[in-house]
């Protein structure tokens, strides 16, 4: 079976999803794509031959789509994901999943009103060669149980649009996925850091700051969000066990010796860093879809991110004090 996608939001995710479909991925094509600015969408239908729409509900209310791949800004996600699991569609949407926990809390109830998990969020981290690597040695716990993380998140620059809370919840966000996931633990507290302002950041934005997360058992994660840091995309993180510690390797990209030194190429954009990790997770997907079942992180992995990202938000607005995550019960649907 191909799987005819139907792509919602056509800029530079949402592009760069239909180029992998299109030239590196298998058993799917793109067979319409929607956006407010119904240029882009025409331009997305133009280079696969197939539909544009103005509106995501229109997309998918197409009975030739089987599944949605959602890429437009995380505040309107809600009500096209709702849409898709109420017409029964499989969807991938790009984190957020939503941008509230109540509007995460609105897309669980659906899905458990229609029986079937069909929602994934784009966490493509879980789906990183290295960070499954890392995992499995957490698993297999020859080294004992995990006390500490350390992760850092720079970028090389952000637009003028990105504010302080971009970097929660936009920015820190795929680590507190990464860090549930890894650990197979809630976030049970934050709080957040600041540091000495950079002066690369823009005058509303209050940057480098250090998020300090602590598990139900009590492990110790922080995370440096770094977003002006002109060098380049730049992920780390260093997992601590009992009796030995490992981290992620430098870049996904080549290392280079010359009379320069001895170095990595540096990636410059997350769509660069996590190619391989963006593949394997829409291959992985389209697969799922095709076998009419569920892969990837749920609706509620994304309502917990996003009830971590509030409480985050919290403690920034009241000047760093630790919050307690407040988390409904995990339903049934989801164990
Ligand atoms: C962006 O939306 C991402 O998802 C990137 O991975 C992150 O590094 C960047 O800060 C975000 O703006």
Request: with cysteine; hydrophobic share 40%.
């Amino acid at each position: 079976m191909t799987v005819k996608v139907g792509l919602i939001g056509c800029g530079g995710m949402g592009r760069a999803h239909v180029d992998r479909i299109v030239n590196e991925l298998s058993g799917a094509e793109v067979v319409a794509a929607a956006d407010l600015n119904l240029a882009a969408a025409e331009a997305v239908a133009e280079q696969v031959g197939g539909k544009a729409y103005g509106s995501g509900a229109e997309l998918i209310a197409d009975p030739n789509v089987d599944a949605v791949l959602i890429a437009t800004f995380g505040s309107v996600h809600k009500d096209d994901v709702i849409a898709a699991v109420n017409a029964g569609k499989y969807v991938l949407v790009e984190k957020p999943l939503a941008t509230t926990a109540e509007d995460c809390q609105a897309i669980l109830d659906a899905e458990i009103a229609g029986g079937k998990k069909l929602v994934t969020v784009g966490f493509m981290r879980r789906f990183d060669k290295a960070y499954n690597e890392i995992k499995e040695l957490v698993d297999g716990g020859k080294y004992g149980p995990v006390l500490l993380v350390h992760n850092r998140h720079r970028n090389p620059s952000v637009p003028d649009t990105y504010t302080s809370r971009n970097l929660i919840d936009d920015t820190a966000i795929h680590e507190i996925d990464t860090m549930r996931w890894m650990t197979g633990e809630e976030i049970v507290k934050v709080r957040t850091d600041n540091a000495r302002k950079s002066s690369r950041a823009h005058a509303k934005l209050q940057e480098p700051i250090v998020l300090v997360f602590y598990t139900e058992s009590g492990i110790r994660i922080d995370d440096e969000v770094n977003v002006n840091l002109e060098y380049g995309y730049s992920i780390e993180c260093e997992v601590v066990m009992e009796n030995a510690a490992a981290s992620l390797g430098d870049q996904e990209g080549i290392h280079i010796r010359d009379i320069e030194g001895n170095r990595n190429r540096m990636c410059q954009s997350h769509i660069d860093r996590f190619h391989g990790a963006f593949n394997t997770e829409v291959q992985s997907w389209i697969n799922a879809v095709a076998a009419d079942t569920h892969t990837g992180s749920t609706a509620w992995d994304g309502y917990a991110a996003t009830a971590v990202v509030d409480a985050a938000l919290a403690s920034q607005d009241q000047g760093g004090i630790e919050v307690d995550v407040e988390l409904i019960e995990k339903p049934d649907f989801y164990a």
